[in-house]
């Protein structure tokens, strides 16, 4: 299989789960109604008003058609199916009649065991990440496999706390698997993991804050089976070999917090499974940081924990098991300590004591005030002649050669723009401004790829200083800067464009020009980004004209490039 068939058919596999998820998941809101599988707001919960939780349902759907249609069988792909089948079953009964934990965890070690004795492997090796040498369980490999799966589950079933909050830190182990299995050459692994990235991001669009559906332990309890089996099967490939300490690295943001929960709660005399509010996000929560702003910053911390697995591997396993503890030490007893110190996170905490800030004083002045209204009263014409100048390329600047498929793509991705604009629900404004800056991204990578004359890249290079200008002048003056910080779905596509040409360019073996102007396009859109963000803020229900105008570049691009 050459290599363009290859990438056409990983996009095949994850553009599939995707629409099943796009159409099956708010067929569960109804489901979920009928069957009065919806969740009412406890003295533990985030939300505040009954909200179905069968979404996870809809995940699973999805992921198991596109295995069925494009996974080859083979004794891991059988094993790996029959497991699902069980897990999903476990958790949509649960979901339904709310049964013990005893009866999760027997449907959780039945879903282990038949992953394992089908022929989905066990964790026979665990390295030498000790520094003691090889570590080799033997007999004890199949119990020892049986608890790690169960844990696993149990993690991600425990991080499902805040909306869009499991399925992101799914959603970015699933691309760092994916890399993981390109890396190994394991063909069914990278396909599940693009179908599991697909299924997640499609529930995504209805899970993100605010979310319309929840996940349930159907949901939940399928992310952390497929990421445990991903884990097991691609940690014991022999050849070429990524180590399980360095798997387990991408993964260890949620393994250590129910670790850490599970120890406080034992150290205090309560069991270990009872409900509480000590995981980290409501930690973070209780420093001040706002539900998105939570789910941002595990988002962040999840994709660390991913990009220094990756810089790691082939390096020893002592090294890689040290990263995740320093790393991990440095994380959770860093806000540890905040929550000690009762010191909090939230940048409108303005005060300290009865004595004001210098910047505080600053915002009062007669010519702060003056200034700031001259800001106000010009951010929507700035905003909006700096977002016309980084279309206007598309009329004139040289392009690249394009395929059938490309310009499909960039046809598609205008639409999604356009369909989003005309949701008007607070759930949907993420995705719109998520999907911009997906649309502002391939902008920028199009006029890169076709440069033909260092005017044009002096044009790039001048409106985006000037975006960055306007940005910070912004931000100095605004009332209240933390409205222009990127969403945890925006945030989501932001990581994920990120890993394009830093990761999946060069294993592609991608020319150097087609590398080189994909990271520049990830510096060039970051101030563009902002701009989008300022200009929704301040037209929350006007944006047709930018989203037309965004829509309208990427099909002249696609009219330039298909008719000459």
């Given amino acids: 299989m050459n290599q363009i068939l290859q990438f056409e058919t990983l996009g095949l596999v994850f553009f599939t789960a995707l629409f099943l998820s796009l159409f099956i998941v708010p067929a569960t809101i109804v489901l979920a109604r009928k069957i009065g599988a919806v969740d009412v707001p406890k003295s533990r919960s985030s ?36 497991g699902l089948l069980i897990i999903i079953a476990t958790g949509l009964i649960d979901d339904i009649a709310q049964i013990s934990p005893r009866w999760k965890f027997l449907g959780q070690i039945l879903a282990a065991l038949a992953f394992i004795y089908l022929g989905g492997g066990s964790l026979e090796h665990l390295g030498n990440f000790l520094g003691f040498g090889d570590i080799s369980l033997h007999s004890l490999a199949i119990p020892f496999t049986i608890f790690c799966m169960v844990g696993g589950m149990n993690a991600f079933n425990l991080s499902d706390g805040l909306d869009g909050l499991a399925a992101g830190l799914a959603a970015i182990a699933a691309v760092f698997f994916a890399y993981f299995a390109w890396q190994i050459r394991a063909t069914d692994l990278l396909l599940l993991s693009l179908a599991l990235l697909g299924a997640v991001m499609g529930f995504l669009r209805y899970n993100s804050y605010p979310a319309r559906l929840f996940m349930g332990d159907c949901g939940s309890l399928t992310l952390g089976y ?80 991913g990009l220094v697995a990756m810089i ?73 002649f700096l977002l016309t100048i980084l279309c206007f390329p598309a009329l004139f600047f040289p392009l690249p050669e394009l395929n059938r498929n490309e310009v499909l793509a960039l046809l598609m991705m205008a639409g999604m723009v356009v369909f989003y604009s005309l949701q008007h629900s607070a759930a949907h404004a993420g995705m719109l401004h998520g999907s911009v800056y997906v649309s502002i991204f391939i902008l920028f990578f199009m006029y890169n790829l076709g440069m033909k004359n260092e005017g044009f890249s002096l044009y790039l290079t001048t409106i985006s200083l000037l975006a960055l200008v306007w940005v910070a002048f912004k931000i100095f003056f605004r009332k209240n800067p933390q409205v222009i910080l990127p969403s945890s779905f925006e945030l989501l596509m932001l990581l994920l464009s990120w890993f394009i040409p830093f990761v999946l360019l060069p294993e592609f073996n991608s020319a150097d020009s087609t590398i080189q102007s994909g990271r520049l396009a990830c510096l060039q859109v970051l101030p563009f980004m902002l701009v989008t963000k300022i200009f929704f803020n301040s037209q929350p229900q006007g944006n047709n004209w930018v989203v037309g105008m965004f829509a309208g570049a990427m099909l002249v691009i696609a009219m330039r490039v298909s008719f000459g």
């Fill in 226 to 305: 497929v990421l445990a089996a991903l884990l097991v099967g691609g940690s014991q490939h022999m050849q070429p070999n990524i180590s399980l300490v360095t798997w387990v690295l991408v993964v260890s943001l949620p393994l250590l917090d129910t670790l850490l929960v599970m120890a406080r709660r034992l150290r205090h005399g309560h069991s270990p499974f009872l409900p509480d509010r000590t995981h980290l996000h409501h930690r973070l929560l209780a420093l001040g940081l706002t539900h998105p702003g939570v789910v941002a910053v595990m988002y962040v911390a999840m994709a660390f924990f």
């Fill in 47 to 82: 939300h505040s008003t009954p909200t179905t939780r069968l979404g996870g349902l809809g995940i699973a759907a999805s992921l198991f058609l596109a295995c069925l249609m494009f996974l080859p069988f083979n004794s891991f792909v059988n094993a790996f199916l029959a």
């Fill in 312 to 384: 790691l591997v082939g390096f020893p396993d002592v090294y890689v098991f040290a990263a995740l503890l320093i790393i991990g030490g440095i994380l959770f007893g860093g806000v540890a300590a905040l929550q000690q110190r009762k010191l909090l996170l939230s940048p409108r905490q303005t005060h300290v004591g009865k004595k004001k800030q210098p910047y505080t004083s600053l915002r009062q002045s007669a010519y702060f005030q003056k200034i700031a209204g001259r800001v106000c009263t010009f951010s929507l014409p700035i905003s909006l």
